[in-house]
């Protein structure tokens, strides 16, 4: 059974699963620029800065407050959605008139920065998380070995993807939301209020990059590096789905992901340059994206 | 006239300076002048922000790396196939990127420089993490020892004295004026029965090419092609530069490089070291929230309300 048509079916479930993993990340992180990008039209280039300031903070609130995973679960999040509604009020706002692209160098700009100051305070080696007592141990399958916290990860990330999906598809918010994207104008006129509602969404766009990077922690180094590293490969991702619907944005992060995963197993010289030949590919045959509405 | 005027004095600076600061790091800034040169021509001419120039000097300087050290060239044929060499490559990406707009053109041009950059770092020619290093200098035309810094300085003055015009020159033709209408107003230049997308394509490889020919000049003063010429922090950089000189600007790219060089080794030097990316950081948000117009597009802005 541990070998089919002459595939050492250990290993490639081992590499399945390490791509369901990155693709968990990377759906969680890419709908985050999604929404943001929705209602704002801007693409957040900090977000990568902002997943790995969200690990860094899981570790220090471990490290130095002695905040367990399951709080820094809770409050991780918040406190990055908050760096990002002070960002979106004090920073991108003034600029919103402005043409696009100076919002994302400015974005950029709070990337470099938060980035450096991470490297000046804790260097770039990288610091390990300790897994959480209760996701220790796995569990053995017929064909492959699970690693509970690698299992916790994937349901987790599910399960906030489809909420949030579930959020902005079925409820009224969502619908709100989705009005502000069509025409904010028109919803002004009727009395919502708008800016309120940008600064919320970027901050739950932020906070989403926050929760990734806590769920991060424990898997990969905690490093200034690992934001940037991530967010170019979900920026090829984003290319990829376009930034046409929600539910794309998490299929694409997904799929990706396991199309990382089976490159790394079949062809391991080509894993790191896989996704950015697919994007090659879909700009190609379908320039809008595997799910962009544009023309 | 104006400009004639403009180009000889800077052409008269260009042969002084070096009398008066380190050769060396006068070259560093032309190489990065010229790239940003480059990278302004898209940016500030066509509206269209690349995040993967690095993708380009890194190739001019490997390719012209390469064939220095293993084929005996002179080094101004070396520059000559490194240029090709990024134009070409400009050719593959330009055709893809131009597809997408915006925001997209932005994350398209970086994906596909990461793409390079992968593959830099995993080829074996290109030493990987080391770099390549001691490329020789050469004999321009077989006759003059560029090892000499100051053969080295003119060498490398007069291959910015052309690039800078080839610049100027593409903005200032027919060519160039399509292309600012494609800037102003895209949707009128596509109805007026412009190519758009053709003209966009054109102008990438010749920013390409331009980019190219600066990394492999700097190949040539550093006697180095290292991976940090292709990183996207290099991409990001030529942004910086373009932004804080004023964009779309002739002279905001040369203003902007020489200071963000000239900031980099000030602090490289001293134990500020560690907040070049911090400093990097900053300099981009105050200008893109209270200096959108960069050093030289403010100034151009203040002699023309009060001397015009």
Redesign the interface.
Known sequence: MATFLGINLFGLFGQLLVGLINGSFYALLSLGLAII?GLLK??NFAQGALYMVGAFFAWIALDSMGVNYWAALVFVPLAVGAIGVLMERF?LR??AN?D???????T??????????F??LYGSSGLSYAIPEALKGGTRLPFMYLPNYRAWIIVASLVVCAGTWYMIEKTKLGAYLRAGTENPALMQAFGINVPLIVTLTFGFGVGLAGLAGVMAAPVYAVSPEMG?NML?VV??I??IGGMGSIGGAILTGLGMGIVEGLTKYFYP?AS??VI??V??VV??TK?AGLFGKEA | MKINKLAIFLIGLGLVAPFALYPVFLMKVMCFALFACAFNLLLGYVGLLSFGHAAFLGTGGYVTGYLMMNTGITPELGILCGTIAAGLLGAVYGKLAVKREGIYFAMVTLALAQLAFFVYLQAPFTGGEDGMQGVPRGMLFGLIDLNDNMNMYYFVFAIFLFGFWLVNRTVHSPFGQILKAIRENEPRAVSLGYNVNDYKWAVFIISAALAGMAGATKTLVFELASLTDAHWHMSGEVVLMTLLGGMGTILGPIVGAASVVGIQNYMSGGELGNYVHIIMGLIFVVCVLAFRNGIVGEIQKVIKRNFN
């Open positions: 990008f801007i693409i920073l003034p600029i402005e696009h692209l100076y919002s994302l160098l400015l950029f700009g709070l990337a470099l920065i938060l980035q450096g100051t490297t000046h940037s170019i920026f090829a984003v290319v010289e790191t340059t950015f030949v994007m090659v700009l190609l320039p």
